[in-house]
Nanobody
Framework: QVRLVESGGGLAQPGESLRLSCAAS????????VAWYRQAPGEDRELVAS???????NVADSLRGRFTISRDNDQNTVYLEMNNLKPEDTAVYYC?????????????WGQGTQVTVSS
């Protein structure tokens, strides 16, 4: 069982930046992929960014240029840097990790952190 704890959410004004953190209870490189999702009220959960253990990373097309995903292997933490925030970025942001257990891919979720962008 892998525990994921998000932090760093809060209230930001349009144009400001926030950095979310996802701390894992295991070595981050043991996880096949760590990703950030978000879910706005009344909307489906959507993939924001992902970072694979071999280093490949992806950011949703609509967010590329403003959002960046990175990791600190020593801290077992994955970050989501969000710049030039917009009101439409308001959502609960969830950390997700997948880990191979044999040939089976286990899925883990954090509890989520609220990001509110408003003037």
């Amino acid at each position: 069982q892998v525990r994921l704890v998000e932090s760093g959410g809060g209230l930001a004004q349009p144009g400001e930046s926030l950095r979310l953190s996802c701390a894992a209870s295991t070595r981050i490189l043991e996880l096949y992929v760590v990703a950030w999702y978000r879910q706005a009220p009344g909307e489906d959960r959507e993939l924001v960014a992902s970072l694979f253990n071999h280093g490949m990373r992806n950011v949703a097309d609509s967010l590329r240029g403003r959002f960046t995903i990175s990791r600190d292997n020593d801290q077992n933490t994955v970050y989501l840097e969000m710049n030039n925030l917009k009101p439409e970025d308001t959502a609960v942001y969830y950390c997700n990790a997948r880990q191979y257990i044999g040939t089976r891919l286990e899925d883990y979720w954090g509890q989520g952190t609220q990001v509110t962008v408003s003037s």
